[in-house]
């Protein structure tokens, strides 16, 4: 019976343990180092230049999606 313990937390541990997907960094600029280096951490052209750094638009940027009851509404009326 004791012998069997470890292999129950084990198990437990093991279904307590988050296996959703990781959210990657996803910023639409990337700042390129000489030596081949880049980090694509900005938000914006402006924070990415400061430093002196090269900078480029994320080639790899996905806007985030709008939720269908989140989208503005036209100003004005119809009709």
Not at 41 to 62: H, K, L, T
Not at 63 to 78: I, K, Q, T
Request: proline share 10%.
């Amino acid at each position: 019976m004791p012998a069997m313990i470890p292999a129950v937390v084990a198990m437990i541990a093991a279904l307590l343990i988050d296996t959703r997907p990781v959210a990657a960094q996803n910023y639409p600029w990337c700042a390129y180092k000489g030596e081949g280096g880049t980090n694509c951490g900005f938000v914006s052209y402006e924070q990415c230049r400061e430093g002196g750094r090269w900078c480029d638009r994320n080639p790899m940027y996905r806007p985030p999606a709008v939720e269908p009851g989140l989208r503005r509404r036209a100003h004005g009326r119809h009709g």
